[in-house]
């Protein structure tokens, strides 16, 4: 066994997982100063802000898109931030929901809406097919990164 700096290799790799920062970020890191009081500077720095008002930003999307958009981000969240807590990811969700709507083109989501329902039941079961067997590709796709 290889000895490094007087213990096994496996002391030290056990040692590493207990300290996740590397010797320069705990050397450049700001100290603390037990006379600062940093609650009340962060109340301070954040005291003006306003979260942005969501109210009626989706109305035009239909429920069930938005259910799937909602689990679609989830899934996301939970695969690229698994190290975040529960409440972080919530936030993260709510985030990238409300960005991707107010991304969305509501003219060309209300045009598609418009061709699905002139469909045929026939023909709109056969596309939702389609697009499920799309997103399910995407999502593999998504998944081996």
């Avoid at 997982?17 to 962060?42: S, V, W």
Wanted: aromatic share 10%; net charge negative.
């Amino acid at each position: 066994m290889d000895i490094v700096e007087n213990k096994t290799i496996e002391e030290n790799e056990e040692n590493e997982e207990l300290h996740p920062f590397t010797k320069d970020e705990l050397e450049n890191a700001e100290k603390y100063d037990p006379n600062r009081d940093y609650r009340q500077e962060l109340l301070d720095k954040y005291k003006d802000f306003e979260e942005e008002d969501y109210t009626g930003i989706d109305d035009f999307v239909e429920d069930k898109d938005k259910v799937a958009l909602i689990r679609y981000c989830n899934m996301i969240i939970k695969k690229n931030y698994s190290e975040y807590p529960s409440v972080m990811e919530e936030i993260l969700v709510k985030k990238m929901y409300y960005d991707t709507i107010k991304n969305m083109n509501k003219e060309d989501y209300l045009e598609e809406k418009r061709k699905v329902n002139s469909l045929s039941a026939l023909d709109r079961e056969l596309q939702k097919i389609k697009d499920e067997d799309n997103l399910e590709y995407a999502l593999k796709e998504f998944n081996k990164d």
